[in-house]
């Protein structure tokens, strides 16, 4: 019995710290407290309006969940990719960003991007919002993503803080607006060469 209420002590000592360890800090924006207000100290957070709804991204342990911005660099093929994942509504659904010939080749270049405003559209960069992963908002006109602080923290982690917004338009024709985007996070960065795995991909297949 004794060895019983110690592991279960135990357990929930563990689920604590892991928590305290995934959880975001949601600071409320002054002027709209449904989103985080813009930070700089790797909050681990991120927001936006999608037409009048709110974006929000996942933070938590177990009941809710943590799930980190991934971030790709392929440095053969001069892109780099930056997905944030959240919900709205109660449905999953994330932004992605698809950004060529930033001549980004390992971390320190990407610090170097650090106060930058990036222009996306319906050409060379693109912005994604995937719903639920069944439907695709692919921009069209001018929108940007702004990294306004980027800092090196150990030899693959960053803090990456800045703002977002574009219209986006499905395969239908429905529009929707992405405003007052937001985010704060300290995360990995991942090198890929997109020609291997996708020949690798093919060849599986």
Known sequence: MKKSNFINK??????????AACEGTFVP?????????????????????VNNEIWESKMGFFIYTYDEPYIEIAPKQNIVSVKFYGHSNNTSASFEFELKDLNI?????????????????????????NLHSKETYASEGTGQIYFKHIERKGEKNIQLSGT??????????????????????ITTIHFFDRENVEKEGSQNN
Do not use: H, M, Q
């Open 164 to 185: 977002f917004g574009f219209t986006a338009k499905n395969k239908e024709g429905k529009t929707l607006k992405i405003t007052f985007g937001r985010f704060d996070y």
């Open 105 to 129: 080749k390992k971390v320190e270049d990407l610090v170097s991007l650090s106060g930058k405003k990036i222009t996306i559209g319906e050409n060379k960069n693109r912005g994604y919002y």
């Open 10 to 19: 135990l357990w929930a000592v563990c689920c604590c710290v892991l928590l």
């Open 29 to 49: 924006d002054p002027l709209d407290p449904r989103l985080p207000k813009y930070t700089e100290e790797g909050n681990n957070v991120a927001g936006a309006f």
